[in-house]
Nanobody
């Protein structure tokens, strides 16, 4: 059974930093591209950052320079370091594991963790 378990969410003040973690089990972690998405109330779920199995990263324009995604294949964990947090970063953050396989791509989601940025 595949499980992605996020942790590290909570309430923070603007300008502070927070690191999210996502621990994966039930998959061969190193074969998967890992991503962080977020969904604010009333909005669609959008990609924040992703890292391929080879370590290539990409970021949404809104978080470039503030957020850093990284992975530790030995610990089956992906991280999202978020600095200089803004109120507009408030959302539920979801971890995603994706692998392109034939005939059916494999795509898994965590349960999400709430992050609230407010003074």
């Amino acid at each position: 059974q595949v499980q992605l378990v996020e942790s590290g969410g909570g309430l923070v003040q603007p300008g502070e930093s927070l690191r999210l973690s996502c621990a994966a089990s039930g998959i061969i972690f190193r074969f998967y591209a890992m991503g962080w998405y977020r969904q604010a109330p009333g909005k669609q779920r959008d990609l924040v950052a992703a890292v391929t199995s080879g370590g290539t990263t990409n970021y949404a324009d809104s978080v470039k320079g503030r957020f850093t995604i990284s992975r530790d294949n030995a610990k089956n964990t992906v991280y999202l370091q978020r600095n200089s947090l803004k109120p507009e970063d408030t959302a539920v953050y979801y971890c995603n594991a994706k692998r392109v396989t034939i005939p059916t791509p494999q795509d898994y989601w965590g349960q999400g963790t709430q992050v609230t940025v407010s003074s």
